[in-house]
């Protein structure tokens, strides 16, 4: 059993910069893969970063990659998303999830989500 509470969105301009964080409870966080997926209004919800276990890997969507830093602080029961040089299109709900599977993380068949938290880039 995991819980996933995102927080850290806001309104940004174009250029600028977030950091969400993604707070679990349970036990059994540090066994868990964890990443993020966005929704915008309209589209499908996406893929965005995944990051393994004990940090060792991860991977991002190329629309992200370069911009967007994945990270986990598991004697926090915390993940991490460092989102810099934002743009209009970044906007969307952003949501956490986690499994002890990498390719459920991926894929966003995983067992646990948080409630997602609103990002907004103006330009």
């Known amino acids: 059993q995991v819980q996933l509470v995102e927080s850290g969105g806001g309104l940004v301009q174009a250029g600028g910069s977030l950091r969400l964080s993604c707070a679990a409870s349970g036990r059994l966080f540090t066994l868990y893969t964890m990443g993020w997926f966005r929704q915008a209004p309209g589209k499908e919800r996406e893929f965005v970063a995944a990051?393994?276990?004990?940090?060792?890997?991860?991977y991002y969507a190329d629309s992200v990659k370069g911009r967007f830093t994945i990270s986990r602080d598991n004697a926090k029961n915390t993940g991490y998303l460092q989102m810099n040089s934002l743009k209009p299109e970044d906007t969307a709900v952003y949501y956490c999830n986690a499994d002890l599977s990498y390719s459920s993380v991926v894929a966003g068949t995983s067992n646990y989500w948080g409630q997602g938290t609103q990002v907004t880039v103006s330009s």
């Open positions: 990051i393994r276990r004990d940090g060792s890997s991860t």
